[in-house]
Protein backbone atom coordinates (compact mmCIF):
# COMPACT_ATOMS: atom_id res chain seq x y z
CA UNK A 1 0.00 0.00 0.00
CA UNK A 2 0.67 3.46 -0.80
CA UNK A 3 2.08 5.95 2.32
CA UNK A 4 -0.30 8.55 2.76
CA UNK A 5 1.41 12.36 3.41
CA UNK A 6 0.26 13.94 6.97
CA UNK A 7 -0.43 17.17 5.46
CA UNK A 8 -2.64 15.63 3.03
CA UNK A 9 -4.65 13.93 6.11
CA UNK A 10 -4.65 17.57 7.82
CA UNK A 11 -5.77 18.99 5.10
CA UNK A 12 -8.81 16.78 4.37
CA UNK A 13 -10.20 16.94 7.94
CA UNK A 14 -12.55 19.16 9.36
CA UNK A 15 -14.11 20.28 6.05
CA UNK A 16 -17.96 21.68 6.25
CA UNK A 17 -19.96 19.50 4.67
CA UNK A 18 -22.71 21.54 2.41
CA UNK A 19 -26.27 20.98 2.23
CA UNK A 20 -27.68 18.43 0.06
CA UNK A 21 -28.91 19.13 -3.04
CA UNK A 22 -33.13 19.66 -3.68
CA UNK A 23 -32.97 18.13 -7.04
CA UNK A 24 -35.80 15.92 -7.11
CA UNK A 25 -34.16 12.71 -7.30
CA UNK A 26 -34.86 10.29 -10.67
CA UNK A 27 -34.49 7.00 -10.68
CA UNK A 28 -33.19 6.11 -7.75
CA UNK A 29 -34.83 2.63 -7.53
CA UNK A 30 -32.01 1.41 -9.91
CA UNK A 31 -29.01 2.49 -7.43
CA UNK A 32 -30.12 1.17 -4.12
CA UNK A 33 -28.23 4.08 -2.98
CA UNK A 34 -28.66 7.36 -2.79
CA UNK A 35 -25.96 9.98 -4.17
CA UNK A 36 -24.95 12.42 -1.39
CA UNK A 37 -23.92 15.69 -2.82
CA UNK A 38 -21.85 16.87 0.68
CA UNK A 39 -19.40 14.01 -0.27
CA UNK A 40 -18.99 15.51 -3.94
CA UNK A 41 -19.50 18.90 -3.05
CA UNK A 42 -16.26 17.91 -0.63
CA UNK A 43 -14.27 16.42 -2.71
CA UNK A 44 -14.06 18.63 -5.68
CA UNK A 45 -13.65 21.16 -2.87
CA UNK A 46 -10.49 19.32 -1.69
CA UNK A 47 -9.24 18.44 -5.23
CA UNK A 48 -9.95 22.24 -6.79
CA UNK A 49 -8.43 23.65 -3.69
CA UNK A 50 -5.18 26.20 -3.87
CA UNK A 51 -3.09 23.85 -1.17
CA UNK A 52 -3.26 20.68 -4.30
CA UNK A 53 -1.97 23.63 -6.97
CA UNK A 54 -3.58 22.83 -9.72
CA UNK A 55 -3.18 19.12 -9.47
CA UNK A 56 0.07 19.16 -12.11
CA UNK A 57 1.78 15.87 -12.70
CA UNK A 58 5.15 15.76 -11.49
CA UNK A 59 3.89 18.18 -8.50
CA UNK A 60 3.80 18.59 -4.64
CA UNK A 61 0.06 18.78 -6.27
CA UNK A 62 0.11 15.16 -7.67
CA UNK A 63 1.05 14.03 -4.23
CA UNK A 64 -1.71 15.24 -2.65
CA UNK A 65 -4.14 13.88 -5.12
CA UNK A 66 -2.94 10.82 -5.12
CA UNK A 67 -2.49 10.43 -1.52
CA UNK A 68 -6.03 11.68 -1.52
CA UNK A 69 -7.52 9.42 -3.74
CA UNK A 70 -6.24 6.19 -2.33
CA UNK A 71 -6.73 6.91 1.17
CA UNK A 72 -10.51 7.50 -0.30
CA UNK A 73 -11.07 4.17 -2.19
CA UNK A 74 -8.73 2.27 1.39
CA UNK A 75 -11.59 3.97 3.37
CA UNK A 76 -14.61 2.65 1.32
CA UNK A 77 -13.52 -0.51 1.42
CA UNK A 78 -11.97 -1.26 -2.47
CA UNK A 79 -8.63 -2.63 -2.83
CA UNK A 80 -5.41 -1.31 -4.84
CA UNK A 81 -5.79 -3.07 -8.47
CA UNK A 82 -1.63 -2.86 -9.16
CA UNK A 83 -0.47 -5.93 -7.39
CA UNK A 84 -2.39 -4.79 -4.38
CA UNK A 85 -1.38 -1.31 -4.64
CA UNK A 86 -3.64 1.79 -5.76
CA UNK A 87 -1.01 3.39 -7.94
CA UNK A 88 -0.09 2.68 -11.68
CA UNK A 89 3.39 4.11 -12.00
CA UNK A 90 3.36 6.07 -15.06
CA UNK A 91 6.75 6.40 -17.00
CA UNK A 92 7.32 9.70 -19.48
CA UNK A 93 9.41 11.64 -20.90
CA UNK A 94 9.50 15.35 -20.73
CA UNK A 95 10.56 16.76 -24.12
CA UNK A 96 10.96 20.84 -24.61
CA UNK A 97 12.49 21.76 -28.11
CA UNK A 98 14.52 24.48 -28.46
CA UNK A 99 12.88 27.25 -30.27
CA UNK A 100 15.56 29.26 -31.88
CA UNK A 101 15.34 26.72 -35.04
CA UNK A 102 14.44 27.63 -38.23
CA UNK A 103 12.78 26.19 -41.16
CA UNK A 104 13.79 26.19 -44.71
CA UNK A 105 11.81 24.70 -48.07
CA UNK A 106 13.65 26.37 -51.23
CA UNK A 107 14.21 29.13 -50.76
CA UNK A 108 11.31 30.16 -48.35
CA UNK A 109 12.78 30.40 -44.34
CA UNK A 110 10.08 30.46 -41.43
CA UNK A 111 10.11 31.37 -37.82
CA UNK A 112 9.52 29.34 -34.92
CA UNK A 113 6.01 30.31 -33.15
CA UNK A 114 4.56 32.53 -35.47
CA UNK A 115 4.74 30.73 -38.90
CA UNK A 116 5.70 26.92 -38.05
CA UNK A 117 6.04 24.55 -34.83
CA UNK A 118 7.84 21.43 -34.57
CA UNK A 119 8.31 19.02 -32.05
CA UNK A 120 9.45 15.21 -31.18
CA UNK A 121 8.42 11.96 -29.25
CA UNK A 122 11.15 10.11 -30.29
CA UNK A 123 13.87 10.46 -27.01
CA UNK A 124 16.70 12.12 -28.95
CA UNK A 125 18.72 15.68 -28.24
CA UNK A 126 18.82 16.43 -31.87
CA UNK A 127 16.95 15.51 -35.03
CA UNK A 128 17.53 16.94 -38.25
CA UNK A 129 15.87 16.91 -41.71
CA UNK A 130 18.49 17.41 -43.94
CA UNK A 131 17.30 18.29 -48.01
CA UNK A 132 14.19 15.87 -47.38
CA UNK A 133 11.50 16.38 -50.68
CA UNK A 134 8.23 17.99 -49.79
CA UNK A 135 5.00 16.80 -50.88
CA UNK A 136 1.52 17.60 -50.50
CA UNK A 137 -0.80 14.82 -49.69
CA UNK A 138 -4.12 16.18 -49.52
CA UNK A 139 -5.31 15.24 -46.24
CA UNK A 140 -2.99 12.73 -45.70
CA UNK A 141 -5.68 9.87 -44.79
CA UNK A 142 -5.74 6.12 -45.63
CA UNK A 143 -8.74 5.00 -45.03
CA UNK A 144 -10.19 1.59 -46.76
CA UNK A 145 -13.98 1.60 -45.16
CA UNK A 146 -14.27 4.93 -46.94
CA UNK A 147 -12.36 3.78 -50.06
CA UNK A 148 -10.43 6.87 -49.43
CA UNK A 149 -5.98 6.44 -49.56
CA UNK A 150 -4.29 9.81 -50.33
CA UNK A 151 -0.79 7.69 -50.39
CA UNK A 152 -1.43 5.72 -52.93
CA UNK A 153 0.97 5.58 -56.00
CA UNK A 154 3.23 7.41 -53.64
CA UNK A 155 6.48 6.40 -51.59
CA UNK A 156 6.93 8.63 -49.05
CA UNK A 157 10.20 7.81 -47.03
CA UNK A 158 11.81 10.39 -45.49
CA UNK A 159 10.02 12.78 -47.21
CA UNK A 160 8.24 16.15 -45.95
CA UNK A 161 4.98 16.20 -45.85
CA UNK A 162 2.28 18.80 -45.97
CA UNK A 163 -1.67 17.66 -44.84
CA UNK A 164 -4.69 19.19 -44.42
CA UNK A 165 -6.42 19.55 -41.15
CA UNK A 166 -9.73 17.80 -40.19
CA UNK A 167 -11.36 15.56 -43.34
CA UNK A 168 -13.07 15.72 -46.45
CA UNK A 169 -16.54 15.95 -45.14
CA UNK A 170 -16.20 18.58 -42.71
CA UNK A 171 -14.83 20.55 -45.88
CA UNK A 172 -17.36 19.72 -47.94
CA UNK A 173 -20.39 19.38 -45.56
CA UNK A 174 -21.37 16.27 -47.09
CA UNK A 175 -23.13 13.58 -45.03
CA UNK A 176 -22.35 10.91 -47.23
CA UNK A 177 -18.35 11.78 -47.29
CA UNK A 178 -16.28 10.23 -44.16
CA UNK A 179 -19.39 11.70 -41.72
CA UNK A 180 -19.86 14.84 -42.98
CA UNK A 181 -19.50 17.63 -40.47
CA UNK A 182 -18.53 15.15 -37.60
CA UNK A 183 -15.27 15.12 -37.30
CA UNK A 184 -13.79 11.28 -37.88
CA UNK A 185 -10.38 10.06 -36.28
CA UNK A 186 -8.78 10.49 -39.67
CA UNK A 187 -9.41 14.23 -39.04
CA UNK A 188 -7.47 14.21 -35.71
CA UNK A 189 -3.76 15.71 -36.00
CA UNK A 190 -2.69 12.35 -33.99
CA UNK A 191 -4.24 10.59 -36.51
CA UNK A 192 -2.12 11.81 -39.77
CA UNK A 193 1.06 11.77 -37.32
CA UNK A 194 0.71 8.31 -36.74
CA UNK A 195 -0.47 7.40 -40.26
CA UNK A 196 2.87 9.30 -41.82
CA UNK A 197 5.07 7.51 -39.28
CA UNK A 198 3.33 4.08 -41.14
CA UNK A 199 4.29 5.62 -43.98
CA UNK A 200 7.91 6.15 -43.43
CA UNK A 201 7.85 10.15 -43.37
CA UNK A 202 10.43 12.03 -42.45
CA UNK A 203 8.57 15.18 -40.94
CA UNK A 204 4.41 16.44 -41.18
CA UNK A 205 3.34 19.10 -41.52
CA UNK A 206 -0.32 20.31 -40.85
CA UNK A 207 -1.85 23.29 -42.58
CA UNK A 208 -3.34 25.33 -40.29
CA UNK A 209 -6.69 26.92 -40.87
CA UNK A 210 -9.06 28.18 -37.94
CA UNK A 211 -12.26 26.47 -38.92
CA UNK A 212 -11.71 23.22 -39.52
CA UNK A 213 -9.25 22.98 -36.61
CA UNK A 214 -11.78 24.24 -34.39
CA UNK A 215 -8.88 26.44 -32.88
CA UNK A 216 -6.82 30.11 -33.96
CA UNK A 217 -3.12 29.59 -34.74
CA UNK A 218 -2.26 31.17 -31.43
CA UNK A 219 -3.64 27.50 -28.99
CA UNK A 220 -1.31 25.63 -31.81
CA UNK A 221 1.44 27.66 -30.75
CA UNK A 222 0.88 27.75 -27.19
CA UNK A 223 0.49 24.19 -27.23
CA UNK A 224 3.59 22.75 -29.15
CA UNK A 225 6.53 25.16 -28.17
CA UNK A 226 6.69 24.13 -24.65
CA UNK A 227 7.43 21.14 -22.93
CA UNK A 228 5.46 18.14 -23.64
CA UNK A 229 5.35 14.34 -22.18
CA UNK A 230 5.05 11.44 -23.72
CA UNK A 231 5.19 7.87 -22.89
CA UNK A 232 8.40 6.04 -23.88
CA UNK A 233 9.14 2.67 -25.29
CA UNK A 234 11.68 -0.01 -25.31
CA UNK A 235 13.10 1.86 -28.67
CA UNK A 236 13.09 5.53 -27.73
CA UNK A 237 9.77 6.39 -29.31
CA UNK A 238 11.38 5.15 -32.64
CA UNK A 239 8.40 4.10 -34.33
CA UNK A 240 7.11 7.68 -33.66
CA UNK A 241 7.30 10.67 -36.87
CA UNK A 242 10.69 12.01 -36.33
CA UNK A 243 9.13 15.65 -36.49
CA UNK A 244 5.24 16.24 -35.77
CA UNK A 245 4.71 20.15 -36.87
CA UNK A 246 1.94 22.78 -38.60
CA UNK A 247 2.54 25.50 -40.26
CA UNK A 248 0.09 28.69 -40.56
CA UNK A 249 -1.93 28.55 -43.84
CA UNK A 250 -0.01 31.88 -45.47
CA UNK A 251 3.34 29.81 -44.55
CA UNK A 252 1.63 26.87 -46.85
CA UNK A 253 0.42 29.47 -49.22
CA UNK A 254 3.92 31.07 -49.81
CA UNK A 255 4.94 27.05 -50.02
CA UNK A 256 2.98 26.33 -52.87
CA UNK A 257 3.86 29.76 -54.51
CA UNK A 258 6.93 29.35 -54.56
CA UNK A 259 6.73 25.92 -56.58
CA UNK A 260 4.43 27.66 -59.01
CA UNK A 261 1.20 25.85 -57.83
CA UNK A 262 -2.32 27.53 -56.24
CA UNK A 263 -2.45 26.25 -51.98
CA UNK A 264 -6.47 26.83 -52.71
CA UNK A 265 -6.62 24.71 -55.80
CA UNK A 266 -4.78 22.40 -54.61
CA UNK A 267 -7.09 22.10 -51.70
CA UNK A 268 -10.18 21.68 -54.25
CA UNK A 269 -8.55 18.63 -55.83
CA UNK A 270 -7.61 16.66 -52.70
CA UNK A 271 -11.86 16.63 -51.56
CA UNK A 272 -11.32 13.66 -54.91
CA UNK A 273 -11.03 10.40 -53.67
CA UNK A 274 -8.90 10.11 -56.83
CA UNK A 275 -6.74 12.77 -55.76
CA UNK A 276 -3.03 11.98 -55.88
CA UNK A 277 0.80 13.32 -53.92
CA UNK A 278 2.20 16.26 -55.61
CA UNK A 279 5.35 17.18 -55.50
CA UNK A 280 6.36 20.40 -54.37
CA UNK A 281 9.41 20.19 -55.82
CA UNK A 282 11.36 21.89 -53.01
CA UNK A 283 13.35 20.57 -50.39
CA UNK A 284 13.01 20.66 -46.62
CA UNK A 285 15.98 21.57 -43.48
CA UNK A 286 15.41 21.67 -40.14
CA UNK A 287 17.48 20.70 -36.95
CA UNK A 288 15.34 20.07 -33.55
CA UNK A 289 17.27 20.03 -30.76
CA UNK A 290 15.45 18.80 -27.42
CA UNK A 291 15.90 18.89 -23.42
CA UNK A 292 14.74 15.58 -21.88
CA UNK A 293 14.02 14.88 -18.91
CA UNK A 294 13.06 11.40 -17.43
CA UNK A 295 9.78 11.19 -15.05
CA UNK A 296 7.22 9.16 -13.39
CA UNK A 297 3.52 10.02 -12.42
CA UNK A 298 0.98 7.58 -11.62
CA UNK A 299 -2.43 6.45 -12.15
CA UNK A 300 -5.18 5.52 -9.40
CA UNK A 301 -6.31 2.36 -9.75
CA UNK A 302 -9.11 1.06 -7.63
CA UNK A 303 -11.14 -2.81 -7.80
CA UNK A 304 -14.21 -3.80 -6.68
CA UNK A 305 -13.65 -7.30 -7.26
CA UNK A 306 -16.49 -9.72 -8.81
CA UNK A 307 -18.12 -12.78 -7.30
CA UNK A 308 -18.70 -15.11 -10.63
CA UNK A 309 -16.41 -13.63 -13.40
CA UNK A 310 -13.68 -11.33 -11.90
CA UNK A 311 -11.33 -11.18 -14.44
CA UNK A 312 -14.23 -9.72 -16.31
CA UNK A 313 -14.05 -5.58 -15.58
CA UNK A 314 -16.21 -2.59 -16.19
CA UNK A 315 -13.63 0.28 -16.13
CA UNK A 316 -15.30 3.97 -14.69
CA UNK A 317 -12.65 7.00 -15.41
CA UNK A 318 -11.95 10.28 -14.83
CA UNK A 319 -8.76 12.27 -15.09
CA UNK A 320 -7.18 13.69 -11.87
CA UNK A 321 -4.57 16.01 -13.41
CA UNK A 322 -5.09 19.92 -14.86
CA UNK A 323 -2.57 22.53 -15.45
CA UNK A 324 -0.68 23.08 -12.28
CA UNK A 325 0.55 26.83 -10.93
CA UNK A 326 2.34 29.28 -13.58
CA UNK A 327 4.72 31.91 -12.28
CA UNK A 328 3.87 35.18 -13.34
CA UNK A 329 5.55 38.97 -12.41
CA UNK A 330 2.15 39.69 -10.63
CA UNK A 331 2.36 35.94 -8.32
CA UNK A 332 1.12 32.37 -9.27
CA UNK A 333 -1.72 31.56 -11.63
CA UNK A 334 -3.19 28.37 -10.49
CA UNK A 335 -5.54 26.40 -12.44
CA UNK A 336 -7.43 24.44 -9.83
CA UNK A 337 -9.62 22.73 -12.80
CA UNK A 338 -12.39 22.45 -10.70
CA UNK A 339 -15.33 21.08 -13.23
CA UNK A 340 -12.40 20.11 -15.42
CA UNK A 341 -11.90 17.68 -13.71
CA UNK A 342 -12.22 17.69 -10.11
CA UNK A 343 -15.56 16.87 -10.80
CA UNK A 344 -15.23 13.94 -12.87
CA UNK A 345 -12.84 12.65 -10.36
CA UNK A 346 -15.27 13.37 -7.44
CA UNK A 347 -17.98 11.69 -9.21
CA UNK A 348 -15.72 8.16 -9.84
CA UNK A 349 -15.05 9.05 -5.94
CA UNK A 350 -19.22 8.98 -5.30
CA UNK A 351 -20.08 6.20 -7.49
CA UNK A 352 -17.35 3.63 -5.90
CA UNK A 353 -19.14 4.67 -2.46
CA UNK A 354 -22.22 3.50 -3.70
CA UNK A 355 -21.51 0.72 -5.76
CA UNK A 356 -19.72 -1.08 -2.83
CA UNK A 357 -22.57 -0.73 -0.37
CA UNK A 358 -24.72 -2.44 -3.33
CA UNK A 359 -21.80 -5.04 -3.83
CA UNK A 360 -22.26 -5.83 0.02
CA UNK A 361 -25.59 -6.53 -0.23
CA UNK A 362 -25.75 -8.30 -3.41
CA UNK A 363 -21.92 -8.89 -5.44
CA UNK A 364 -21.76 -7.77 -8.98
CA UNK A 365 -20.83 -10.86 -10.84
CA UNK A 366 -17.79 -9.08 -12.76
CA UNK A 367 -15.22 -6.86 -10.94
CA UNK A 368 -15.64 -2.88 -11.27
CA UNK A 369 -12.07 -1.03 -11.80
CA UNK A 370 -12.21 2.78 -10.68
CA UNK A 371 -9.16 4.65 -12.79
CA UNK A 372 -8.12 8.40 -11.92
CA UNK A 373 -5.40 8.92 -15.11
CA UNK A 374 -2.82 11.47 -14.91
CA UNK A 375 -1.42 13.63 -17.54
CA UNK A 376 -4.33 13.85 -19.70
CA UNK A 377 -4.58 17.48 -20.55
CA UNK A 378 -1.00 16.69 -21.69
CA UNK A 379 -1.91 13.70 -24.22
CA UNK A 380 -3.53 11.20 -22.74
CA UNK A 381 -0.70 9.99 -21.13
CA UNK A 382 -2.15 8.12 -18.44
CA UNK A 383 -4.42 6.06 -19.78
CA UNK A 384 -2.34 5.20 -22.67
CA UNK A 385 0.08 3.67 -20.01
CA UNK A 386 -3.39 1.80 -18.75
CA UNK A 387 -4.18 0.59 -21.70
CA UNK A 388 -1.01 -1.19 -22.83
CA UNK A 389 -2.59 -4.18 -20.16
CA UNK A 390 0.04 -3.94 -17.66
CA UNK A 391 -2.57 -3.69 -15.10
CA UNK A 392 -5.28 -5.29 -16.86
CA UNK A 393 -5.52 -7.21 -20.37
CA UNK A 394 -7.51 -4.80 -22.75
CA UNK A 395 -9.68 -8.57 -23.56
CA UNK A 396 -10.82 -8.46 -20.45
CA UNK A 397 -12.50 -4.98 -20.18
CA UNK A 398 -16.20 -5.42 -21.13
CA UNK A 399 -16.30 -1.60 -21.52
CA UNK A 400 -15.22 1.84 -20.25
CA UNK A 401 -17.00 4.86 -19.04
CA UNK A 402 -15.40 7.97 -18.97
CA UNK A 403 -16.24 11.15 -17.01
CA UNK A 404 -14.40 14.28 -18.14
CA UNK A 405 -15.93 17.58 -16.78
CA UNK A 406 -19.66 17.27 -15.68
CA UNK A 407 -22.72 19.63 -15.21
CA UNK A 408 -22.59 21.12 -11.74
CA UNK A 409 -25.38 23.10 -11.89
CA UNK A 410 -28.83 21.73 -12.03
CA UNK A 411 -29.78 18.71 -13.79
CA UNK A 412 -31.14 18.82 -17.55
CA UNK A 413 -33.53 16.40 -19.59
CA UNK A 414 -31.19 15.24 -22.00
CA UNK A 415 -27.82 13.87 -21.78
CA UNK A 416 -24.81 14.35 -24.51
CA UNK A 417 -23.49 11.19 -26.80
CA UNK A 418 -20.30 11.92 -28.59
CA UNK A 419 -19.79 10.05 -31.70
CA UNK A 420 -22.65 8.58 -33.55
CA UNK A 421 -23.07 4.58 -34.71
CA UNK A 422 -19.89 3.30 -32.75
CA UNK A 423 -20.90 0.86 -30.56
CA UNK A 424 -23.50 -1.00 -28.40
CA UNK A 425 -22.51 0.96 -25.63
CA UNK A 426 -24.82 4.31 -26.86
CA UNK A 427 -27.63 1.57 -26.15
CA UNK A 428 -26.76 1.49 -23.44
CA UNK A 429 -26.96 5.01 -22.73
CA UNK A 430 -30.12 5.65 -24.47
CA UNK A 431 -32.10 3.18 -22.45
CA UNK A 432 -30.81 4.15 -19.32
CA UNK A 433 -31.61 8.14 -20.18
CA UNK A 434 -35.13 6.56 -21.13
CA UNK A 435 -35.40 5.16 -17.56
CA UNK A 436 -34.47 8.60 -15.66
CA UNK A 437 -36.85 10.21 -18.63
CA UNK A 438 -34.40 12.18 -20.21
CA UNK A 439 -33.55 11.91 -24.14
CA UNK A 440 -29.98 11.38 -25.79
CA UNK A 441 -28.83 14.87 -27.43
CA UNK A 442 -26.24 14.62 -30.05
CA UNK A 443 -22.80 16.64 -29.58
CA UNK A 444 -23.69 19.96 -30.57
CA UNK A 445 -20.10 20.90 -32.06
CA UNK A 446 -19.23 17.61 -33.50
CA UNK A 447 -16.75 18.81 -35.84
CA UNK A 448 -14.26 19.71 -32.68
CA UNK A 449 -14.05 15.59 -32.88
CA UNK A 450 -14.46 15.25 -29.03
CA UNK A 451 -15.01 11.37 -28.85
CA UNK A 452 -11.26 11.69 -29.67
CA UNK A 453 -9.71 13.84 -27.42
CA UNK A 454 -10.68 11.98 -23.79
CA UNK A 455 -8.95 9.04 -21.84
CA UNK A 456 -11.50 6.93 -23.01
CA UNK A 457 -10.08 7.03 -26.79
CA UNK A 458 -6.86 5.43 -25.72
CA UNK A 459 -9.11 2.45 -24.71
CA UNK A 460 -10.95 2.66 -27.51
CA UNK A 461 -7.80 2.31 -30.09
CA UNK A 462 -7.24 -0.69 -28.30
CA UNK A 463 -11.31 -1.98 -28.94
CA UNK A 464 -12.92 -1.39 -25.74
CA UNK A 465 -15.92 -0.21 -26.08
CA UNK A 466 -16.23 3.22 -24.63
CA UNK A 467 -18.38 6.28 -23.91
CA UNK A 468 -18.14 9.92 -23.07
CA UNK A 469 -19.55 11.76 -20.61
CA UNK A 470 -18.50 15.33 -20.89
CA UNK A 471 -20.83 18.55 -19.74
CA UNK A 472 -18.35 21.41 -19.87
CA UNK A 473 -20.36 24.51 -21.97
CA UNK A 474 -23.74 23.15 -22.81
CA UNK A 475 -25.38 23.97 -19.80
CA UNK A 476 -22.93 27.12 -18.44
CA UNK A 477 -22.26 29.33 -21.56
CA UNK A 478 -19.72 31.51 -19.47
CA UNK A 479 -17.55 28.00 -19.04
CA UNK A 480 -15.63 27.70 -22.36
CA UNK A 481 -15.39 31.22 -23.06
CA UNK A 482 -14.14 32.12 -19.19
CA UNK A 483 -13.34 29.26 -17.29
CA UNK A 484 -12.03 26.38 -19.47
CA UNK A 485 -8.42 26.06 -19.12
CA UNK A 486 -8.29 29.11 -17.33
CA UNK A 487 -7.53 30.18 -14.02
CA UNK A 488 -11.25 31.34 -13.60
CA UNK A 489 -12.43 27.22 -13.28
CA UNK A 490 -12.84 27.25 -9.48
CA UNK A 491 -14.74 25.42 -6.74
CA UNK A 492 -18.55 27.28 -5.85
CA UNK A 493 -20.39 26.47 -3.02
CA UNK A 494 -23.19 27.56 -4.30
CA UNK A 495 -23.45 24.81 -6.91
CA UNK A 496 -26.62 22.60 -7.03
CA UNK A 497 -25.24 19.44 -8.31
CA UNK A 498 -28.20 18.40 -9.66
CA UNK A 499 -26.53 17.33 -13.04
CA UNK A 500 -23.79 15.41 -11.17
CA UNK A 501 -26.61 13.55 -9.58
CA UNK A 502 -28.24 12.43 -12.03
CA UNK A 503 -25.25 11.60 -14.20
CA UNK A 504 -23.97 9.72 -11.10
CA UNK A 505 -27.13 8.05 -11.02
CA UNK A 506 -26.76 7.08 -15.00
CA UNK A 507 -23.50 5.81 -14.72
CA UNK A 508 -24.26 3.27 -12.14
CA UNK A 509 -27.35 1.91 -13.94
CA UNK A 510 -24.96 1.40 -16.91
CA UNK A 511 -22.37 0.22 -14.90
CA UNK A 512 -24.72 -2.33 -13.05
CA UNK A 513 -26.15 -3.77 -15.91
CA UNK A 514 -22.58 -4.55 -17.50
CA UNK A 515 -21.39 -5.49 -14.07
CA UNK A 516 -24.51 -8.88 -13.73
CA UNK A 517 -25.74 -9.16 -17.18
CA UNK A 518 -22.46 -11.08 -18.99
CA UNK A 519 -22.96 -8.66 -22.03
CA UNK A 520 -19.64 -7.92 -24.14
CA UNK A 521 -20.86 -4.67 -26.42
CA UNK A 522 -20.04 -4.56 -29.37
CA UNK A 523 -18.25 -1.80 -32.06
CA UNK A 524 -20.71 -1.18 -34.38
CA UNK A 525 -19.01 0.61 -37.47
CA UNK A 526 -16.05 -1.29 -39.49
CA UNK A 527 -13.27 0.82 -37.69
CA UNK A 528 -9.74 0.59 -36.27
CA UNK A 529 -11.84 0.03 -33.01
CA UNK A 530 -13.48 -2.62 -34.12
CA UNK A 531 -10.83 -4.60 -35.94
CA UNK A 532 -8.88 -4.43 -32.78
CA UNK A 533 -11.69 -5.99 -30.63
CA UNK A 534 -11.43 -8.96 -32.63
CA UNK A 535 -8.17 -9.66 -31.71
CA UNK A 536 -9.01 -9.73 -28.55
CA UNK A 537 -12.39 -11.33 -28.70
CA UNK A 538 -13.02 -12.98 -32.00
CA UNK A 539 -16.13 -15.27 -30.61
CA UNK A 540 -17.70 -11.83 -29.07
CA UNK A 541 -18.29 -9.76 -32.52
Known amino acids: MIRLKTSCLLFCLGLVACSESTTPA ?43 LAKQYQDIGLVGAVNGDFLQQVEMAQLTPDQNMKLSIGELSFNAGSDFTARTQQIQTSIEIDNSDVVFVG ?74 AAYPWSVVESSNTGSKYTLIDNNKNASQIPIMGWVDVEAAEAIFNQAGLDYHQLKQRALM ?32 TGSESPNEYVVISAHWD ?38 QIKPFKRSIIFANFTAEETGLIGSEQFANGDVIPTKQMVALLNIDGMNVLDGVDYILQYGKGLSEMEDYLAKAASAQG ?21 LAKQGVPSLLFMSLGDTDPDYITHK ?11 WSLGGVEQDIELLIDIAVQLANNGDWPKWKAESDFKTRRLQDRPSHN
Do not use: C
Not at 277 to 304: D, E, R
Open 273 to 304: PDFTAVNLNSKANLTLNNQITMAKSNNVIAKL
Open 322 to 359: HFGTNETDTGPKIFNGAVDNASGTAATLEIARIMAKMH
Open 139 to 212: YGINAPEYQWNDFKDIDVKGKTLIVLVNDPGFATQDDTLFTGNAMTYYGRWTYKYEEAARQGAAAVLIVHETAP
Open 484 to 494: YHKEADDYSAD
Open 438 to 458: RTVKMDPRPQNGLFFRSDHFS
Open 26 to 68: VHKEQNKAQVTLSNVHQDIKVLASDEFAGRGPLTEGETLTINY
